[in-house]
């Protein structure tokens, strides 16, 4: 069983920067998948970023502006977001792999005014 607890969202205006942070109990593996989701109101849940083995994969509409980044030792991933646009506004859910199960955070919400 693995628990995820996040941190760092909050109300910012546009142009402005966040950096989220997960925090995961137990033993990650590099190699397990680690990242986040974000879903907006009324639209489905979407990939923002991944990270695996040192590899990364962003959504297009963030690439630039996001950045993703793990720490091994202390089971934590991050998102750095900057450059906020309302659009980025979401309840952002960090994700982990392991054993070919998926874990979830409770969620944190991201809200960015014009």
């Known amino acids: 069983q693995v628990q995820l607890v996040e941190s760092g969202g909050g109300l910012v205006q546009a142009g402005g920067s966040l950096r989220l942070s997960c925090a995961a109990s137990?033993?990650?593996?590099?190699?397990?998948?680690m990242g986040w989701y974000r879903q907006a109101p009324g639209k489905q849940r979407e990939l923002v970023a991944r990270?695996?083995?040192?590899?990364?994969v962003y959504a297009d509409s963030v690439k630039g502006r996001f950045t993703i980044s793990r720490d091994n030792v202390n089971n934590t991933v991050y998102l750095q977001m900057n450059s906020l646009k309302p659009e980025d506004t979401a309840v952002y859910y960090c994700?982990?792999?392991?054993?070919?199960?998926?874990?979830w955070g409770q969620g944190t919400q991201v809200t960015v005014s014009s």
């Open positions: 994700y982990v792999v392991r054993q070919f199960l998926n874990y």
């Open positions: 137990g033993s990650i593996g590099s190699g397990n998948p």
């Open positions: 990270i695996m083995s040192g590899s990364t």
